[in-house]
């Protein structure tokens, strides 16, 4: 790992405990344990480090997603991968599914790229699997994914359903 993604690491711990308000160059020197200046010197501007916070998070997603399994090659195998994938960012990275939240919350139209390229996987995914409407129902599928995320990293951490709960949800979505 770079200097980058350390810094990127150390603002999503500095975002997931103080906030968007908490943001500074400062404080993810101090999270990082790195010389003061040195966030700066990588990231010149407050946007530009809240934008390395989205893209860190964006580039951890992946590694979450890559993480999991091979592509799965059947729609079941396909839902209980995003089960286990929504179960993933809220048990294992819930900080990062705050941290994205906080950052949609703030800017919505700045981080809806990110978003717009996961559903398109989604729905590209749906479409090689044979799903009618599959561009309708992908967004149902991150719609619904985002809600047991958000309920999971918020008001409902002790309840997050199994990934073959939230397979099955899916595949209702989807009419099967």
Same mark, same amino acid.
């Given at each position: 790992?770079?200097?980058?993604?350390?810094?990127?690491?150390?603002?999503?711990?500095?975002?997931?405990?103080?906030?968007?308000?908490?943001?500074?160059?400062?404080?993810?020197?101090?999270?990082?344990?790195?010389?003061?200046?040195?966030?700066?010197?990588?990231?010149?501007?407050?946007?530009?480090?809240?934008?390395?916070?989205?893209?860190?998070?964006?580039?951890?997603?992946?590694?979450?997603?890559?993480?999991?399994?091979?592509?799965?090659?059947?729609?079941?195998?396909?839902?209980?991968?995003?089960g286990a994938f929504a179960r993933a960012m809220v048990v294992d990275h819930g900080e990062l599914s705050r941290v994205r939240f906080s950052l949609f919350m703030a800017d919505p139209d700045?981080?809806?790229?990110?978003?717009?390229?996961?559903?398109?996987?989604?729905? @590209?995914?749906?479409?090689?699997?044979?799903?009618?409407?599959?561009?309708? %129902?992908?967004? +149902?599928? &991150?719609?619904? $994914?985002? =809600?047991?995320?958000?309920? @999971?990293?918020?008001?409902?951490?002790?309840?997050?359903?199994?990934?073959? %709960?939230?397979? +099955?949800? &899916?595949?209702? $979505?989807? =009419?099967?």
């Amino acid at each position: 790992m770079g200097r980058r993604e350390e810094l990127g690491d150390a603002a999503i711990a500095v975002v997931s405990a103080a906030g968007l308000k908490g943001l500074t160059h400062r404080a993810v020197d101090t999270m990082a344990e790195v010389p003061a200046g040195t966030t700066s010197n990588y990231f010149r501007t407050r946007q530009a480090l809240v934008d390395a916070v989205a893209d860190r998070i964006e580039q951890r997603d992946l590694e979450v997603w890559a993480a999991l399994s091979a592509p799965p090659e059947t729609f079941e195998a396909f839902t209980h991968w995003l089960g286990a994938f929504a179960r993933a960012m809220v048990v294992d990275h819930g900080e990062l599914s705050r941290v994205r939240f906080s950052l949609f919350m703030a800017d919505p139209d700045r981080y809806a790229p990110g978003h717009d390229r996961f559903l398109g996987s989604v729905a @590209g995914a749906l479409q090689l699997l044979g799903v009618e409407g599959s561009d309708v %129902v992908a967004p +149902a599928f &991150l719609d619904y $994914l985002d =809600g047991v995320i958000l309920h @999971g990293t918020t008001v409902r951490p002790n309840a997050v359903p199994t990934a073959e %709960v939230i397979a +099955a949800n &899916l595949a209702r $979505l989807a =009419g099967y």
